[in-house]
C-alpha cells in the first residue's frame, strides 16, 4: 500500500454552496433548504405576534391572518433594506442563489403569505370553527411544503 506523500499540496477546499441534485441543480435539496429556512422564519416571526394578541374568541381565528400579514410584510421591508433579503441572511450563502433569485424567491413567498391571508379571511367568515380548526392544521404546512417544492422551479430561469 502506496504511503501519502506528505510535500503533496493540500486537497481543494470543500465549496461552501449546495451541492447539484442528481435530476437538477434546484432539486429536493434546494426544496429541503429553502423550506426550513421560510419555516425558521415563520416561527421567529410569529412568536412575538401570537404572544402580543389577545385571546378571546374573536381574535383566535384572526391571528393567522396577522401573522402572515406580518410575515409579508417583514419580507418586503427586508427587501427594501438589504437587496437578497432577510431568508439570505439565514445561512443563505451556503445556497448559492444569486441576488435576482433571492429577490424572486421573497416576492413569491410575499405573495403566498398575502394568499394565506386572504384564504384564512375566507375561512374565518364561511366555516364553523371546528372546521376551520381541522383546515389551519393541515392545509398552511402543506401548502408551504408545495410551495418550497415548486419555487426551485421558478428559480430555475433566474441568472
Not at 60 to 84: D, E, F, G, N, Q
Not at 115 to 143: E, M, R
Request: one cysteine or more.
Amino acid at each position: 500500500m502506496p504511503r501519502p506523500n506528505p510535500y503533496a499540496p493540500p486537497a481543494a477546499p470543500q465549496q461552501d454552496t449546495l451541492t447539484p441534485d442528481s435530476r437538477s441543480e434546484f432539486g429536493v435539496g434546494l426544496a429541503a433548504s429553502l423550506f426550513w429556512r421560510v419555516f425558521f422564519l415563520q416561527l421567529l416571526a410569529a412568536l412575538p405576534v401570537a404572544l402580543s394578541m389577545p385571546t378571546s374568541d374573536e381574535f383566535i381565528r384572526l391571528k393567522p391572518t396577522v401573522i402572515y400579514l406580518c410575515l409579508a410584510l417583514i419580507l418586503v421591508l427586508s427587501m427594501i433594506k438589504r437587496r437578497p433579503g432577510i431568508l439570505s441572511l439565514i445561512w443563505g450563502r451556503r445556497l448559492g442563489l444569486a441576488v435576482a433569485a433571492w429577490r424572486k424567491f421573497h416576492w413569491l413567498l410575499f405573495a403566498f403569505y398575502l394568499a394565506l391571508a386572504a384564504g384564512n379571511l375566507v375561512l374565518v367568515t364561511t366555516v364553523s370553527a371546528s372546521a376551520w380548526v381541522q383546515i389551519k392544521l393541515f392545509v398552511p404546512l402543506i401548502a408551504l411544503i408545495a410551495f418550497c417544492v415548486i419555487t426551485p422551479r421558478q428559480l430555475r430561469n433566474v441568472v
